[in-house]
């Protein structure tokens, strides 16, 4: 039920989802800081505001696109930022599709909740805000494809669903504020750490006499293609089946309920309810973990089978066209900057992430920051492909 979409950071991933959203009919408002994608809207008969602000003005919804925490911070809270109308707000809702780090994220949706409708809405008492990263590149925008990991209140997400859908092929509810972001920094760093693992096994079996391809097949089918990950998942589709489980069980116990009801057996019917209450509160608080993990598992995929880094093993992926047309590496740095400030700001033991973020640093600084971050294969390991 939203007709006026605003629409900020119009770049390699915006542009392409916001193209998709005229495709499918939304009125749009939109904003970069470059003039030059301004141009090129408003001459496609878009209109372009000068500030975040002016956009809020003229849309019942927001979506940002940006590149970092400091950008969106200042679209949202910066002089002529999108929450300058401070206790009367346009919009009823706020999505932010940046890759960016989970505390940001829900300081954000506590300033867009602190906030009030200038028009009451059906439903929505204030403002809101999800946090909605998205996986699948710039080849998943272009196509509308993208996977959208939402985080806030699961009404609000279902509401969205149809316009976040009319720019992606899925979109998967994690949990509070802020657990979108959580999803999506995960997910970038087991990808990362998988490939640090699996171009160090490669280039160790080349310089100790295999061929890359050799290896490779042993791998596709051995325990190199990632036991944990397989073992999680079966752990996901568990919880799935204890979550149906019970709520058959919850059924049935309602049924006997009624029945001890009639046949008069209060007190014994009360201890059973709080019990069945009690247990459907883990069943929610597992449904949200089970979402979490089947998002990180069906996205962190970086396998000798899917994403071979070394040149030639594999037609079709980034090591066989020069490391083109991927996930550069340096958007992998950003990500593991993310998710190693995360971690420390929460005191997690995390020694891999900050080996990763060590060795995605150096293979920016070294000159390969537009590559795809499996080129850590040639340039870390100093492998030569097959
Ligand atoms: P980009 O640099 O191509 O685009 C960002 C756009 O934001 C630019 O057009 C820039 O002019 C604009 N911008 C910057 N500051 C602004 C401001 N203050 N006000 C208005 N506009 C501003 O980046 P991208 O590749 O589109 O990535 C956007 C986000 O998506 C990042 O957080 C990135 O990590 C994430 N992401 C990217 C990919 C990918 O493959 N490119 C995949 C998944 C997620």
Redesign the pocket.
Known sequence: SFENVGF????????RMANNLLKAGYKMTV????CN?MKKYSDMGVSTKQT?FEVAEASDVVIT????SS?VL??YN?PDGLLLGGDLLTPQLFID????DPQTSRKLAVSVSNCILKEKKENWENPVMLDA??????VA?EAGSLTFMVGGSEDVYLAAKSLLLSMGKNAIFCGGPGNGSVA?ICNNLAMAISMLGLSEALALGQSLGITASTLTKIFNSSSARCWSRFNAFNLGIQIIHFLLYNVFSMFSMHSCFLLGKKSGGGERVRESLIHIYMFSRACEAGLVLSRICSTILKYAQCDSDSYNPVPGVMQGVPSSRNYSGG??SK?MA??LNLAAASAEEVGQRCPLTFLAQNIYTEICNDGHETEDFSCVFQHYYSGKGE
């Not at 900020?8 to 542009?15: H, Q, R, T």
């Not at 696109?65 to 970092?68: A, E, F, G, H, W």
């Not at 990263?133 to 710039?138: A, K, N, Q, T």
Request: cysteine-free.
């Open positions: 900020i950071g119009l770049g390699n991933m915006g542009s904003h970069d800081v470059n994608v975040p696109m940006l590149p970092s950008h200042n679209v910066g599709s940046s890759t960016i990263p998205v996986s699948g590149g710039v925008a999506k996930f550069a958007l950003k990500d």
